[in-house]
């Protein structure tokens, strides 16, 4: 079992920076990818950004590619997403997520992750 914790969310103006911290916790030594995904009222959940777990990999939605950077601190068991240029359909929950391995191509799909956090409300206003 693997336990997600997210923090950091909050309310900003468009333009400006959020970083989410995601502290995992258990049984993390077999994971093998850790992302981060959101879900904006009334639409599905999408993948935002995905790392293996020895960081030598990186995958982004194209909607944050340039703007976000997913990061991870295996001394801290902490999986990190640093958001610049927030714009305001940036607006979602954030959930961290783990899992064993991606289905090659598809690195972002939330069918890849075994383990998910409660989110974190990230806000943006115009």
């Known amino acids: 079992q693997v336990q997600l914790v997210e923090s950091g969310g909050g309310s900003v103006q468009a333009g400006g920076s959020l970083r989410l911290s995601c502290a995992a916790s258990g049984n993390t030594y077999s994971n093998y990818i850790m992302g981060w995904s959101r879900q904006a009222p009334g639409k599905e959940r999408e993948g935002v950004a995905t790392?293996?777990?020895?960081?030598?990999?990186?995958f982004y939605a194209d909607s944050v590619k340039g703007r976000f950077t997913i990061s991870q601190d295996n001394a801290k068991k902490t999986l990190y997403l640093q958001m610049n240029s927030l714009k305001p359909e940036d607006t979602a929950m954030y959930y961290c997520?783990?899992?064993?391995?991606?289905?090659?191509?598809?690195?972002?799909?939330?069918?890849?992750?075994?383990?998910w956090g409660q989110g974190t409300q990230v806000t943006v206003s115009s």
């Open positions: 997520a783990a899992g064993k391995s991606y289905v090659p191509g598809r690195p972002l799909d939330k069918g890849n992750f075994d383990y």
């Open positions: 790392i293996n777990t020895r960081g030598s990999a990186t």
